[in-house]
């Protein structure tokens, strides 16, 4: 499963500055501290990176990030949840969508409640607000309120 997984982000030619394929030099050495450091380096750049496409609603950097982050999710589990939605969204995205609803498809999954430059957010969370913000006020209206 690897091995195709492999092959198949290493097709779009995204990941090539990574590494994958080959040894990597930090694996080897038994230093654990180092290996740690890199490991949480890389999540951090990672969320980072993810953090600024989002909020600038980069949608052309969508699909890179993702495949990045499918290589972190699969080693992490295979039976993620978030592997697999990721998985689903980069198979629509180049294979199943037409370019004018693969354009839907990654500026639907953004948000810009407030307006201006760098505020967008995901749509996920606008819903999960949402839906937060009315468990809220059926809460406040007392026992045996549905």
Do not use: M
């Given at each position: 499963m690897y091995n195709i997984l492999?092959?198949?982000?290493?097709h779009f030619g995204y990941l090539q500055s990574v590494g994958i394929g080959h040894e990597n030099?930090?694996?080897?050495?038994?230093?654990?501290?180092?290996?740690?450091?890199c490991n949480?380096?890389?999540?951090?750049?990672?969320?980072?990176n993810f953090q600024y496409v989002v909020n600038e609603g980069d949608v052309i950097r969508v699909i890179p990030t993702l495949m990045y982050c499918l290589l972190f999710l699969f080693l992490h589990s295979r039976l993620s949840k978030y592997f697999e939605d990721c998985l689903d969204v980069m198979l629509k995205c180049e294979y199943m969508?037409?370019?004018m609803d693969r354009m839907r498809?990654?500026?639907g999954a953004l948000a810009n409640l407030r307006g201006g430059m760098g505020s967008n957010i995901?749509?996920?969370?606008v819903q999960k607000n949402y839906v937060r913000n009315q468990k809220d006020l059926t809460r406040s209206l007392g026992a045996n309120t549905t």
């Open positions: 492999e092959e198949f982000i290493s030099k930090l694996s080897n050495t038994n230093d654990s501290v180092l290996n740690y450091c949480v380096c890389h999540w951090v750049l990672l969320l980072l969508l037409s370019p498809e990654l500026e995901e749509s996920d969370l």
